[in-house]
């Protein structure tokens, strides 16, 4: 790369005939899980969503995509790859700015970025953003001749073990009425972020259009009070909230909420393997008693006709407190192995105001 410089890099929209060279520089991106061969041509839809290219000698080098969430506050920032070989010679960091200074420029109200990273982000990003929140992550591996048995015995133990209400699938009207309630918000999402499919959204009605577009299966448990062990720590101590990003002084995660809630959409196709599919599910609140009817019921209404051969990996995420809930439910089913957490960085965006404050990310 002796006759590399970054002045020669050139960073364009990304369109649709661009797909193919995307996908040659994604190689092994998310240990073989990566959505964006998958989400590729539905992004370029999106008018919420800008993707970059970057192109040396004529060839893509890397890709980034930002969407504007938050009611048009917050833009995440998604996918970032650059080809292998090119990697370490600051392309990325070329990349990503020219994203948020055409993010700032279209948009002036973003002042922030976030993204969700997977355990042991570099140094470089810690530095200028803060963690706003850790999950857990804990994921199985579901071959098409093992789901059946493994179904039955997960349905077996939810049987012997499941105790407290059904849980109950949410109409759209159902999870808007949710979001009205600043209480179920504040159980649900203590940290006042909806991380779903790996995007980390406020959870505010703000967002509800792009998640309730997005066939999710919402499945809702709320306990009675005859099934509640103890009140502590599910008294609501916020009144309903003005703005879409939760007071800096938001108390720690509650031990247990009476709610959990829980979302998922179809299995999409991952590079892995053939007929691989993923499918995550994601756990809010932390109420450990729902935990199995939840993850059953997703598995049960999503788990496609497979190819033969096919196989699903289940990748659930929930608040750290509910890990061994989780884990232990699925015990006996093949682990998957892949990052044990996820993060959520923020960071500030420069406001065009005041262009001496620099953005970073
Ligand atoms: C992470 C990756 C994009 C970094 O590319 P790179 O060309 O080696 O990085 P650069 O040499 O351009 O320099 C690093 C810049 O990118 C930033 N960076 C490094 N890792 C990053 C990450 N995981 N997420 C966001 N930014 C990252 C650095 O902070 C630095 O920013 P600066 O120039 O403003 O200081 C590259 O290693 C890659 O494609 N990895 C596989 C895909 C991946 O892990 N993507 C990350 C999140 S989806």
Same mark, same amino acid.
């Given at each position: 790369?002796?006759?590399?410089?970054?002045?020669?890099?050139?960073?364009?929209?990304?369109?649709?005939?661009?797909y193919s060279e995307v996908m040659a520089i994604s190689n092994g991106i998310n240990d073989g899980l990566d959505y964006l061969p998958y989400k590729y041509h539905e992004w370029l839809a999106d008018s919420n969503r800008s993707?970059?290219?970057?192109?040396? #000698?004529?060839? $893509?080098?890397?890709? %980034?995509?930002?969407?504007?969430?938050?009611?048009? @506050?917050? /833009? &995440?920032?998604?996918?970032?790859r650059v080809a292998p070989i090119m990697r370490g010679h600051g392309i990325a960091g070329v990349i990503r700015r020219y994203a948020l200074d055409n993010l700032r420029f279209k948009n002036p109200d973003v002042t922030k970025i976030r993204a969700t990273r997977k355990e042991n982000p570099p140094a470089a990003l810690?530095?200028?953003?803060?963690?706003?929140?850790? #999950?857990?992550? $804990?994921?199985?591996? %579901?071959?098409?001749?093992?789901?059946?048995?493994? @179904?039955? /015995? &997960?349905?077996?133990?939810v049987k012997r073990d499941y105790v407290g209400a059904l849980p109950v699938v949410l109409s759209p009207l159902e999870v808007l009425d949710l979001f009205e309630n600043p209480c179920t918000l504040e159980h649900l999402f203590p940290k006042g972020l909806l991380i779903w499919d790996f995007l980390s959204l406020a959870a505010h009605k703000s967002n509800l259009k792009l998640l309730l577009?997005?066939?999710?299966?919402?499945?809702?448990?709320?306990?009675?009070?005859?099934?509640?062990?103890?009140?502590?720590?599910?008294?609501?101590?916020?009144?309903?909230?003005?703005?879409?990003?939760?007071?800096?002084?938001?108390?720690?995660?509650?031990?247990?909420?009476?709610?959990?809630?829980?979302?998922?959409?179809a299995p999409i196709p991952v590079p892995l393997a053939k007929g691989t599919h993923c499918l995550n599910i994601d756990l809010f609140g932390t109420n450990p008693r729902f935990?199995?009817?939840?993850?059953?019921?997703?598995?049960?209404?999503?788990?496609?006709?497979?190819?033969?051969?096919?196989?699903?990996?289940?990748?659930?995420?929930?608040?750290?407190?509910?890990?061994?809930?989780?884990?232990?439910?699925?015990?006996?089913?093949?682990?998957?192995?892949?990052?044990?957490?996820?993060?959520?960085?923020?960071?500030?965006?420069?406001?065009?105001?005041?262009?001496?404050?620099?953005?970073?990310?």
């Amino acid at each position: 790369m002796s006759d590399f410089s970054l002045r020669d890099v050139q960073i364009l929209p990304a369109t649709a005939s661009n797909y193919s060279e995307v996908m040659a520089i994604s190689n092994g991106i998310n240990d073989g899980l990566d959505y964006l061969p998958y989400k590729y041509h539905e992004w370029l839809a999106d008018s919420n969503r800008s993707m970059f290219i970057a192109k040396f #000698k004529g060839k $893509v080098v890397a890709f %980034l995509s930002t969407l504007l969430v938050d009611g048009g @506050i917050t /833009a &995440l920032l998604q996918s970032l790859r650059v080809a292998p070989i090119m990697r370490g010679h600051g392309i990325a960091g070329v990349i990503r700015r020219y994203a948020l200074d055409n993010l700032r420029f279209k948009n002036p109200d973003v002042t922030k970025i976030r993204a969700t990273r997977k355990e042991n982000p570099p140094a470089a990003l810690l530095k200028r953003n803060s963690v706003v929140h850790s #999950k857990a992550v $804990v994921s199985m591996l %579901l071959p098409n001749n093992q789901m059946e048995d493994s @179904i039955k /015995a &997960l349905r077996l133990r939810v049987k012997r073990d499941y105790v407290g209400a059904l849980p109950v699938v949410l109409s759209p009207l159902e999870v808007l009425d949710l979001f009205e309630n600043p209480c179920t918000l504040e159980h649900l999402f203590p940290k006042g972020l909806l991380i779903w499919d790996f995007l980390s959204l406020a959870a505010h009605k703000s967002n509800l259009k792009l998640l309730l577009g997005s066939g999710l299966l919402w499945i809702y448990s709320k306990s009675t009070h005859s099934d509640t062990p103890s009140s502590s720590g599910t008294q609501c101590s916020h009144p309903a909230p003005t703005h879409i990003n939760p007071p800096p002084q938001h108390p720690p995660l509650p031990h247990i909420s009476p709610e959990l809630l829980s979302l998922s959409s179809a299995p999409i196709p991952v590079p892995l393997a053939k007929g691989t599919h993923c499918l995550n599910i994601d756990l809010f609140g932390t109420n450990p008693r729902f935990v199995q009817g939840h993850i059953l019921h997703h598995l049960a209404k999503q788990i496609p006709v497979l190819p033969p051969g096919g196989s699903i990996i289940c990748v659930v995420v929930a608040e750290e407190t509910l890990r061994d809930a989780v884990t232990d439910f699925l015990q006996g089913i093949t682990p998957f192995h892949i990052w044990k957490h996820i993060l959520v960085l923020e960071g500030s965006l420069q406001n065009p105001r005041h262009p001496h404050i620099k953005a970073k990310m």
